[in-house]
């Protein structure tokens, strides 16, 4: 069992293409993300935003704070459609796997 972030490892990364429905990986796996703005975004890296998206030990979906240009320790089982606009800013996820 992952017991900290610490202890887990980016193996393999993912793009999010699509939040016109929640987001969760083809394979089910709960996942980490990245919020990397691109150019022209009103976002910095650093900067804090505020997300949509169910943590696994939470019952539904919650407010996330997000760390803009980072790997976000939240684990999460989905992100809320419409939690992030794509024009401006790109999501990766990393799913969360034992190697």
Known sequence: MINTFESVKV???GKVDSL???????????????????????LAPGDVVVISAKPVKNDSAVEVPIVVGDWNPT????ITAGAVD???????????DTY
């Not at 089910?28 to 009103?42: D, N, R, T, V």
């Not at 794509?86 to 969360?96: A, M, P």
Request: charged share 20%.
């Open 20 to 42: 016109a429905t929640n987001f969760k990986p083809a394979s089910g796996k709960s996942f980490h993300i990245l919020i990397a703005p691109k150019a022209g975004s009103e």
């Open 86 to 96: 794509l024009t401006t800013d790109d999501i990766f996820y990393s799913e969360v």
């Open 11 to 13: 193996l393999k990364v």
């Open 75 to 78: 684990l999460l089982e989905f």
